[in-house]
């Protein structure tokens, strides 16, 4: 155990950290039926990320910068997502237009500059082992900060995303609150993509809530089971990962989407009964 503690201490706290800030906002994404915006978010970012690195000399204020950056692009991408309109277009399309738009382009940049191949393992592969203080410290800092936060107003802002209509009728300002949760994704992916990656980011944004909207029976169990399970599977990969040899992130995402495919498996079962 003490080995296990001295390997991946920051690692494993890195991933705590931003599996909880990822998951509690997925109950937002699944609730809205946008799971496929998860992945293209987190390419979205990745490819910030990639241009930040290419763009921005090496100094202390470019870490920062890049940040900013990502968030400005995860933003703007649900704006353009949830707002332009366009002949025979849906949500769906956009989204995989922009999937298809920054998972391309990223890898086109990172082709053409040196070590591009470690980029493209840093942002899109990662297995959050790479983890270090500063990125502990930045996760710890936003966690004390949004997690009040989500507990004050979680109801509220679930109401206005599962029925925006009455929502309004009620008197909630849905618009405002549109523009914070898009904010507050693109703070969490400017902090927790670089540190685990995109596979990690998408996973932890739709499994756990995925996983809880199954097995809930109200919106208080939902929104307490799901940053649970992201706590549990991220804590199981790990020691999983540890002892296969396997990378953490991946081994996590797999391990969380075991609960859905036997859901579906088991129904499908029952249905030909």
Same mark, same amino acid.
């Given at each position: 155990?003490?080995?296990?503690?001295?390997?991946?201490?920051?690692?494993?706290?890195?991933?705590?950290?931003?599996?909880?800030?990822?998951?509690?906002?997925?109950?937002?994404?699944?609730?809205?039926?946008?799971?496929?915006?998860?992945?293209?978010?987190? #390419? @979205?970012?990745?490819?910030?990320?990639?241009? %930040? +690195? *290419? $763009?921005?000399?090496?100094?202390?204020?470019?870490?920062? !910068? /890049?940040?900013?950056?990502?968030?400005?692009?995860?933003?703007?991408?649900?704006?353009?997502?949830?707002?332009?309109?366009?002949?025979?277009?849906?949500?769906?399309?956009?989204?995989?237009?922009?999937?298809?738009?920054?998972?391309?382009?990223?890898?086109?940049?990172?082709?053409?500059?040196?070590?591009? #191949? @470690?980029?493209?393992?840093?942002?899109?592969? %990662? +297995? *959050? $082992?790479?983890?270090?203080?500063?990125?502990?410290?930045? !996760? /710890?800092?936003?966690?004390?900060?949004?997690?009040?936060?989500?507990?004050?107003?979680?109801?509220?802002?679930?109401?206005?995303?599962?029925?925006?209509?009455?929502?309004?009728?009620?008197?909630?300002?849905?618009?405002?609150?549109?523009?914070?949760?898009?904010?507050?994704?693109?703070?969490?992916?400017?902090? @927790?993509?670089?540190?685990?990656?995109?596979?990690?980011?998408?996973?932890?944004?739709?499994?756990?809530?995925?996983?809880?909207?199954?097995?809930?029976?109200?919106?208080?169990?939902?929104?307490?089971?799901?940053?649970?399970?992201?706590?549990?599977?991220?804590?199981?990969?790990?020691?999983?990962?540890?002892?296969?040899?396997?990378?953490?992130?991946?081994?996590?995402?797999?391990?969380?989407?075991?609960?859905?495919?036997?859901?579906?498996?088991?129904?499908?079962?029952?249905?030909?009964?």
């Amino acid at each position: 155990m003490d080995l296990f503690i001295t390997l991946y201490a920051e690692s494993l706290l890195v991933a705590i950290f931003g599996g909880i800030l990822l998951a509690i906002p997925g109950t937002i994404v699944v609730a809205r039926n946008q799971v496929f915006i998860g992945a293209t978010l987190a #390419q @979205v970012a990745a490819l910030s990320a990639v241009s %930040s +690195s *290419i $763009l921005l000399p090496e100094s202390e204020w470019s870490y920062y !910068l /890049s940040k900013l950056i990502i968030v400005i692009a995860v933003i703007t991408s649900i704006w353009f997502i949830d707002n332009t309109q366009t002949k025979n277009s849906t949500r769906e399309s956009k989204t995989a237009l922009l999937f298809l738009f920054a998972s391309s382009l990223s890898l086109c940049l990172l082709s053409a500059v040196p070590h591009g #191949q @470690v980029m493209i393992s840093q942002l899109l592969m %990662s +297995s *959050i $082992l790479g983890a270090n203080a500063r990125e502990v410290m930045l !996760l /710890s800092l936003l966690f004390a900060l949004f997690i009040p936060l989500s507990i004050r107003f979680a109801k509220t802002i679930l109401l206005q995303t599962i029925d925006s209509n009455a929502a309004r009728v009620s008197g909630h300002k849905v618009t405002s609150t549109n523009w914070l949760i898009s904010i507050i994704l693109g703070i969490i992916f400017s902090a @927790v993509l670089p540190a685990t990656g995109a596979t990690f980011c998408f996973g932890l944004l739709v499994l756990p809530a995925l996983i809880a909207a199954r097995f809930s029976t109200s919106v208080k169990m939902h929104l307490i089971l799901t940053p649970t399970l992201a706590v549990i599977g991220i804590v199981t990969g790990f020691i999983i990962a540890h002892l296969s040899d396997y990378p953490p992130a991946q081994v996590i995402v797999s391990l969380l989407t075991l609960p859905l495919g036997l859901d579906g498996l088991i129904s499908i079962a029952r249905k030909s009964m």
